[in-house]
């Protein structure tokens, strides 16, 4: 039902996630490799914009560094806290500079 919340875990918490409130969850970038018969899904994790302990310059080096060992890129999806529905300023800044060290077709 609509209003309800549920916490939902994957695998063990490790040294790479946080659970404390105002931090970004995740350290550093980590690939979660999904394998079928035919194809594979790289689901890439990587530290939130706005992250008060590394900052966003330090996170952004990190995450490009570690997409350039993928040879494609076939879909990016950004996840966004249900309170923070609007794009400002900075935001559209850090996305525009991650696209802008993507290849043109990303």
Not at 11 to 28: L, V
Not at 49 to 67: C, F, Q, R, V, Y
Not at 92 to 102: G, P
Request: aromatic share 6%.
């Amino acid at each position: 039902p609509m209003g309800t919340s549920r916490e939902v875990r994957l695998g063990e918490q490790d040294d790479n996630e946080r659970q404390k409130t105002g931090k970004s969850a995740t350290k550093a970038p980590r690939t979660y490799k999904l394998e079928k018969e035919d194809f594979i899904i790289n689901l890439i994790d990587t530290p939130g914009i706005g992250d008060t302990e590394h900052g966003d310059a330090i996170n952004m080096k990190a995450i490009i560094s570690h997409l350039s060992g993928f040879k494609e890129i076939h879909a990016i999806c950004i996840l966004l806290e249900p309170d923070k529905s609007r794009l400002n300023a900075w935001f559209t800044y850090c996305i525009k500079e991650l696209l802008h060290n993507l290849h043109k077709d990303a």
